[in-house]
């Protein structure tokens, strides 16, 4: 499986971006995908992921920011982030889950948020 992750760049306080990761390969059920973030000299955290069913679960850090979807018909999953602050600054990777507990994570994209 290969996840790959577009949508990071440079935006400034309170701006927008729009995370994309597009999961192929031999995928045959994607279960949870998600997005964790990981700034420098921090542990990577998750900010959001999103069953199959479509429940959401935050980190309260981004909640009422952040907005996760995806496209089951193109196994890809995403990330509104809107009110960005310097503190959101991290590379972010998408985690995707299938059946049989197997797990895969992307390459990463970087978001820096200016002040």
């Known amino acids: 499986v290969q996840l790959v992750e577009s949508g990071g760049g440079l935006v400034q306080l309170g701006g927008s971006l729009r995370l994309s990761c597009a999961a192929s390969?031999?995928?045959?059920?994607?279960?949870?995908m998600g997005w964790h973030r990981q700034a420098p000299g921090k542990q990577r955290e998750l900010v959001a992921a999103?069953?199959?069913?479509?429940?959401?679960n935050y980190a309260d850090s981004v909640k009422g920011r952040f907005t996760i979807s995806r496209d089951n018909a193109k196994n890809t999953v995403y990330l509104q982030l809107n009110s960005l602050k310097p503190e959101d600054t991290a590379v972010y990777y998408c985690?995707?889950?299938?059946?049989?507990?197997?797990?895969?994570w992307g390459q990463g994209t970087q978001v820096t948020v200016s002040s």
């Open positions: 390969g031999s995928i045959f059920s994607i279960n949870t």
């Open positions: 999103i069953t199959s069913g479509g429940s959401t």
């Open positions: 985690k995707v889950f299938t059946s049989g507990s197997y797990s895969y």
